[in-house]
């Protein structure tokens, strides 16, 4: 039996490939800068205060990033 992933897992996954290019693309020749330069100051949370972690804290630092947010929660 194939080991299906479920349309959710399906959807983050290529949302979290576009992100990824987006920002790669956005990278100049200094690869040695800081990849994410946002005004959010600390870890994703949620509104409760727990910190996300693993995929779930990067793709949302980087959409913290793309809209430009000023706090992770």
Known sequence: MKNMKSKAEEKFAE???KLMIEKIETL???WQQPWFNTKCK??????TGRRY???N???LYLLCER???????
């Open 15 to 17: 949302e979290f490939a």
């Open 57 to 59: 804290s990067l793709m």
């Open 28 to 30: 100049d020749q200094d």
């Open 42 to 47: 600390g870890l994703p949370q949620s509104i």
């Open 53 to 55: 972690n693993g995929m």
């Open 67 to 73: 809209k430009g947010f000023n706090t992770p929660v």
